[in-house]
Nanobody, 116 residues
């Protein structure tokens, strides 16, 4: 089992920045990939950014150029630096991990609100 805890959400003005952090615990040695997803009100959950087994980051189009995902395997964390935020980024952001068997794990989510 893997446990994921997110932090760093909050209220920010358009154009501002936030940094989300996800800490993994439990069977971390089995984690193959980690990522950030989000769910906006009335919408389905969607990928924001992730880092797979190769170590290469990948981004959704809406995040490309504004967000930066980074993984610290030693600290077992996955961070998401979000810059130039806009109201369309308002959502609950969830950390995700996939282990070597394909099992998926989710954190409880952290809320990001972008508003003037």
């Amino acid at each position: 089992q893997v446990q994921l805890v997110e932090s760093g959400g909050g209220l920010v003005q358009p154009g501002g920045s936030l940094r989300l952090s996800c800490v993994a615990s439990g069977s971390i040695e089995n984690i193959k990939a980690m990522g950030w997803y989000r769910r906006a009100p009335g919408k389905s959950r969607e990928l924001v950014a992730g880092i797979g087994a190769s170590g290469r980051p990948n981004y959704a189009l809406h995040a490309e150029g504004r967000f930066t995902v980074s993984r610290d395997n030693g600290a077992h964390t996955l961070d998401l630096q979000m810059d130039n935020l806009n109201p369309e980024d308002t959502a609950a952001y969830y950390c995700n991990a996939a282990d070597i068997s394909g099992q998926l794990y989710w954190g409880q989510g952290t809320q990001v609100d972008v508003s003037a």
